[in-house]
């Protein structure tokens, strides 16, 4: 007659198949990558995040109040927004697809954001990016912000532009960066002196904002 195994035994001889045949641990990390990015997500963080997107249905943006600063913004220059954040088209693009996302809330500096802000002006600035850097046949991005006065910040309210960028689209690469911060001083001096558009007028921005609110549907 056999004798049973000891309990000890029977354990280490069933332990390897009960581990084969336990379910893989899901990936802890979604990966998005460009050919300029290469971003690492924690999975909780982006569904979490993903509870304040909202529908960026013409209708709804419409209805909606946006500021920028102390300025009003105008709801048809807006193509995409969650409850915490929204993203606009420029007064004057420094490259096609040259946007700016922001914070719903008035906030002057990005260590002001509250962690859910940041999660989700930074989620709204790759989901963004991604589109516009497909629509626009680019190959590349870049994601700015000018945090401070001495940063070049001229808008007191925190915002990241988001451009698509191709090869030579700048001589010298770090030349976008002198050309964005001269674009925040005419960008300040348009909002303050509320002169005549001459670059792109509402209709031109209306334009473009209607086509990229497509992307998002």
């Given at each position: 007659m056999l004798k049973p195994l000891p309990l000890?035994?029977?354990?280490?001889?069933?332990?390897?198949?009960?581990?084969l045949q336990q379910p893989p641990t899901p990936p802890r990390f979604l990966v998005h990558s460009t050919a300029a990015t290469l971003t690492r997500v924690p999975s909780n963080f982006a569904r979490a995040s993903s509870s304040f997107e909202q529908p960026p249905t013409e209708a709804n943006m419409d209805s909606e109040s946006y500021m920028f600063g102390t300025y009003k913004i105008d709801p048809r220059e807006v193509f995409y927004s969650t409850q915490l954040s929204y993203a606009l088209v420029n007064l004057r693009p420094l490259v096609p697809g040259h946007v700016l996302v922001c914070p719903r809330r008035e906030v002057k500096r990005f260590l002001e954001l509250s962690a859910d802000e940041t999660s989700d002006i930074w989620l709204t600035a790759q989901k963004v990016g991604c589109q516009l850097e497909s629509y626009h046949n680019a190959s590349s991005l870049t994601f700015a912000i000018q945090d401070g006065p001495q940063a070049g910040q001229t808008v007191p309210h925190v915002h990241i532009h988001v451009l698509p960028r191709k090869s030579g689209d700048f001589e010298k690469n770090d030349e976008i960066y002198d050309a964005i911060d001269l674009k925040e001083k005419e960008l300040?001096?348009?909002?303050?002196?509320?002169?005549?558009?001459?670059?792109?007028?509402?209709?031109?921005?209306?334009?473009?904002?209607?086509?990229?609110?497509?992307?998002?549907?």
């Open positions: 000890f035994s029977s354990l280490k001889f069933i332990a390897p198949f009960l581990h300040k001096q348009k909002l303050d002196l509320d002169k005549e558009r001459k670059d792109r007028s509402i209709a031109e921005m209306t334009e473009e904002a209607d086509e990229y609110r497509k992307l998002f549907l």
